[in-house]
Protein backbone atom coordinates (compact mmCIF):
# COMPACT_ATOMS: atom_id res chain seq x y z
CA UNK A 1 0.00 0.00 0.00
CA UNK A 2 3.04 2.29 1.03
CA UNK A 3 4.14 2.54 -2.56
CA UNK A 4 0.81 3.19 -4.26
CA UNK A 5 0.92 6.46 -1.54
CA UNK A 6 3.68 7.56 -2.79
CA UNK A 7 2.60 6.92 -6.70
CA UNK A 8 -0.42 9.39 -5.91
CA UNK A 9 1.39 11.89 -3.99
CA UNK A 10 3.91 12.39 -6.77
CA UNK A 11 0.87 12.58 -9.83
CA UNK A 12 -0.49 14.94 -7.38
CA UNK A 13 2.60 17.54 -7.82
CA UNK A 14 3.62 20.07 -10.07
CA UNK A 15 6.49 18.94 -11.95
CA UNK A 16 8.75 20.81 -9.96
CA UNK A 17 7.66 19.41 -6.35
CA UNK A 18 8.33 16.18 -7.81
CA UNK A 19 11.70 16.98 -9.03
CA UNK A 20 12.85 19.38 -6.27
CA UNK A 21 10.68 18.37 -2.95
CA UNK A 22 9.56 22.14 -2.75
CA UNK A 23 6.59 23.71 -4.41
CA UNK A 24 6.94 25.80 -7.34
CA UNK A 25 6.58 29.43 -7.17
CA UNK A 26 5.66 31.92 -10.30
CA UNK A 27 7.57 34.82 -10.78
CA UNK A 28 5.57 37.62 -9.95
CA UNK A 29 4.99 40.96 -12.38
CA UNK A 30 8.10 42.84 -11.44
CA UNK A 31 10.57 40.10 -10.86
CA UNK A 32 13.67 38.92 -13.37
CA UNK A 33 12.89 35.17 -14.75
CA UNK A 34 14.01 32.67 -17.01
CA UNK A 35 11.98 34.52 -20.33
CA UNK A 36 11.44 38.04 -20.50
CA UNK A 37 9.56 39.39 -22.95
CA UNK A 38 8.11 42.91 -24.36
CA UNK A 39 5.89 44.47 -25.80
CA UNK A 40 5.75 47.69 -28.05
CA UNK A 41 3.43 50.70 -27.58
CA UNK A 42 2.98 54.09 -26.90
CA UNK A 43 2.80 56.35 -24.52
CA UNK A 44 4.42 59.72 -22.28
CA UNK A 45 3.23 58.83 -18.87
CA UNK A 46 1.72 55.36 -19.48
CA UNK A 47 1.56 52.13 -21.40
CA UNK A 48 -0.64 52.23 -24.35
CA UNK A 49 -1.53 49.21 -26.55
CA UNK A 50 -1.26 49.94 -30.71
CA UNK A 51 -5.15 49.64 -30.47
CA UNK A 52 -5.62 50.07 -34.33
CA UNK A 53 -2.69 48.44 -35.67
CA UNK A 54 -1.06 50.40 -38.21
CA UNK A 55 -4.05 52.46 -38.46
CA UNK A 56 -3.38 53.90 -34.90
CA UNK A 57 -2.55 57.09 -35.01
CA UNK A 58 0.63 58.48 -32.60
CA UNK A 59 1.17 62.28 -33.04
CA UNK A 60 4.64 63.69 -34.27
CA UNK A 61 6.14 65.76 -31.71
CA UNK A 62 8.19 68.60 -32.54
CA UNK A 63 10.23 68.89 -29.91
CA UNK A 64 11.62 72.28 -28.33
CA UNK A 65 15.31 71.38 -30.27
CA UNK A 66 13.81 71.59 -33.67
CA UNK A 67 13.87 67.75 -34.00
CA UNK A 68 10.58 65.44 -34.15
CA UNK A 69 9.70 61.98 -32.44
CA UNK A 70 7.43 59.54 -32.06
CA UNK A 71 7.07 58.73 -27.94
CA UNK A 72 6.81 55.01 -27.89
CA UNK A 73 6.16 52.88 -24.39
CA UNK A 74 7.06 48.94 -23.52
CA UNK A 75 5.90 46.56 -21.46
CA UNK A 76 7.46 43.93 -20.21
CA UNK A 77 7.78 40.90 -18.20
CA UNK A 78 10.44 39.04 -16.25
CA UNK A 79 13.23 41.41 -16.32
CA UNK A 80 15.31 41.89 -13.71
CA UNK A 81 14.26 45.26 -11.88
CA UNK A 82 17.36 46.09 -10.62
CA UNK A 83 18.84 46.10 -14.00
CA UNK A 84 19.22 50.02 -16.28
CA UNK A 85 18.47 48.34 -19.67
CA UNK A 86 19.21 49.96 -23.24
CA UNK A 87 15.99 49.82 -24.90
CA UNK A 88 16.75 50.54 -28.75
CA UNK A 89 14.21 51.73 -30.45
CA UNK A 90 14.69 51.57 -34.32
CA UNK A 91 11.78 53.19 -36.85
CA UNK A 92 11.06 52.44 -40.31
CA UNK A 93 8.94 53.35 -43.14
CA UNK A 94 8.70 51.30 -46.24
CA UNK A 95 11.58 49.25 -44.84
CA UNK A 96 13.75 52.65 -44.60
CA UNK A 97 15.47 52.93 -40.89
CA UNK A 98 14.18 56.48 -40.75
CA UNK A 99 14.71 57.39 -37.02
CA UNK A 100 15.80 55.99 -33.41
CA UNK A 101 16.67 56.18 -30.00
CA UNK A 102 18.27 54.79 -27.42
CA UNK A 103 17.30 55.49 -23.79
CA UNK A 104 18.83 53.84 -20.86
CA UNK A 105 15.93 53.63 -18.03
CA UNK A 106 15.47 50.99 -15.43
CA UNK A 107 11.27 49.48 -16.34
CA UNK A 108 9.27 50.51 -13.44
CA UNK A 109 6.68 47.93 -11.97
CA UNK A 110 2.48 48.55 -12.37
CA UNK A 111 0.98 45.77 -10.20
CA UNK A 112 -2.26 46.80 -11.77
CA UNK A 113 -1.47 45.73 -15.32
CA UNK A 114 0.94 43.36 -13.38
CA UNK A 115 3.76 43.94 -15.71
CA UNK A 116 6.88 45.93 -15.89
CA UNK A 117 6.84 49.52 -18.25
CA UNK A 118 8.96 52.03 -19.51
CA UNK A 119 7.03 55.63 -21.30
CA UNK A 120 8.22 58.53 -23.24
CA UNK A 121 10.72 56.90 -25.31
CA UNK A 122 11.74 59.32 -28.38
CA UNK A 123 11.90 57.67 -31.31
CA UNK A 124 13.52 60.63 -32.80
CA UNK A 125 12.51 60.49 -37.05
CA UNK A 126 15.52 61.91 -39.48
CA UNK A 127 13.24 63.32 -41.59
CA UNK A 128 11.05 66.19 -42.12
CA UNK A 129 7.03 66.16 -40.84
CA UNK A 130 5.70 66.54 -44.50
CA UNK A 131 7.93 63.07 -45.51
CA UNK A 132 6.03 61.27 -42.46
CA UNK A 133 2.96 62.36 -41.98
CA UNK A 134 0.36 60.02 -42.49
CA UNK A 135 2.38 57.25 -43.14
CA UNK A 136 2.67 53.76 -41.63
CA UNK A 137 5.64 53.35 -39.65
CA UNK A 138 7.36 50.50 -37.78
CA UNK A 139 8.56 50.34 -34.72
CA UNK A 140 11.51 48.08 -33.82
CA UNK A 141 12.42 47.66 -29.77
CA UNK A 142 14.75 45.88 -28.81
CA UNK A 143 15.62 45.75 -24.84
CA UNK A 144 19.15 44.94 -24.56
CA UNK A 145 21.36 44.02 -21.04
CA UNK A 146 24.47 46.32 -21.23
CA UNK A 147 25.54 43.74 -18.12
CA UNK A 148 25.57 40.50 -20.23
CA UNK A 149 27.80 39.83 -23.52
CA UNK A 150 27.68 37.46 -26.50
CA UNK A 151 30.57 35.09 -27.28
CA UNK A 152 31.64 38.03 -29.76
CA UNK A 153 31.17 40.73 -26.86
CA UNK A 154 27.91 42.42 -28.05
CA UNK A 155 25.59 43.34 -25.77
CA UNK A 156 22.78 40.48 -25.16
CA UNK A 157 19.24 41.52 -26.57
CA UNK A 158 16.87 39.67 -23.83
CA UNK A 159 13.52 41.08 -24.89
CA UNK A 160 12.12 42.54 -28.93
CA UNK A 161 9.08 43.10 -30.20
CA UNK A 162 8.04 45.58 -33.35
CA UNK A 163 4.75 47.31 -34.41
CA UNK A 164 3.30 49.43 -36.50
CA UNK A 165 1.12 52.84 -36.14
CA UNK A 166 0.37 55.89 -38.83
CA UNK A 167 2.69 59.29 -38.01
CA UNK A 168 0.34 61.77 -37.24
CA UNK A 169 1.26 65.58 -37.63
CA UNK A 170 -1.62 67.67 -36.01
CA UNK A 171 0.04 70.81 -37.73
CA UNK A 172 -0.22 69.84 -41.23
CA UNK A 173 -4.34 68.61 -40.48
CA UNK A 174 -5.07 72.48 -41.40
Known sequence: MRPLVSLLWLLGCAPDEAETGSPSSPVGP????????????????????????????????HGPQGGFHSTIAV???QLDPDTAYVIDLV?????????????????????????????????IWDA????????????AVYVIDPNQETGNGHPVIVAQDTAEFTIWDPALEN
Open 30 to 61: CEAGAKPSAEAGHGELRFMHFEEGHRTPIELV
Open 91 to 123: GTIDGLEMGGGTPLSKFRCNHHAGAQEFTGGLL
Open 75 to 77: RAQ
Open 128 to 139: QPEDVHDRVATV
